[in-house]
């Protein structure tokens, strides 16, 4: 049986609690989420803690806002044209302050947290949805295999999981 180690590619299912035990994401009963290890493509502390788990292995981890997402920054709110945001939940009418939207940025697409909707500006705050928490995470490993060269070569995993082209 393979361990984890670079260039293999992990299959793992998640459930990720928030310190106060709000659920935040789970990817299980849908499709386990693959990486390639050793390439980056993962929050480092979730790549060390797998290292030399295999199929079957639970773990259970607690990362502070450092080893995750970082800490809060003030003064990332910005107004920008409502019609910019994408990804309004499904049976959503409108934006409502809390929720998150996905923006289109010079920097790639974002997530954002809608702050104050208007008419037609919305103010958002650029932190990610989940910096400054402490996250637990709840990992079940599905599977592990050698990376195929063009896995390698990418950086990335490819198949159930992963990056499709
Ligand atoms: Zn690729």
Aim: proline share 5%.
């Amino acid at each position: 049986m393979s361990s984890i180690s670079d260039n293999k590619v992990v299959q793992f299912f998640y459930t990720l609690t928030e310190a106060d035990g709000t659920l935040s994401e789970s990817n299980r009963g849908e499709e386990p989420m693959a990486y390639l290890h050793g390439h980056g493509g993962m929050i480092p502390a979730i790549e060390t803690a797998l290292e030399g788990k295999a199929a079957g292995d639970s773990l259970e981890l607690t990362l502070s806002p450092d080893q995750a997402y970082g800490e809060r920054q003030e003064g990332q709110q910005l107004r920008v044209p409502m019609k910019h945001l994408q990804g309004l939940p499904k049976g959503s009418r409108a934006w409502k302050p809390g929720m998150i939207a996905v923006v289109q940025t010079e920097q790639g697409m974002r997530q954002v947290t809608v702050v104050k909707p208007g008419l037609k500006m919305v103010t958002v705050d650029t932190n990610h949805p989940l910096a400054g928490k402490t996250l637990n995470y709840s990992i079940e490993v599905v599977s592990v295999r050698d990376a195929t060269d063009e896995e390698i070569a990418h950086g990335h995993a490819h198949g159930v999981g992963g990056h499709h082209h």
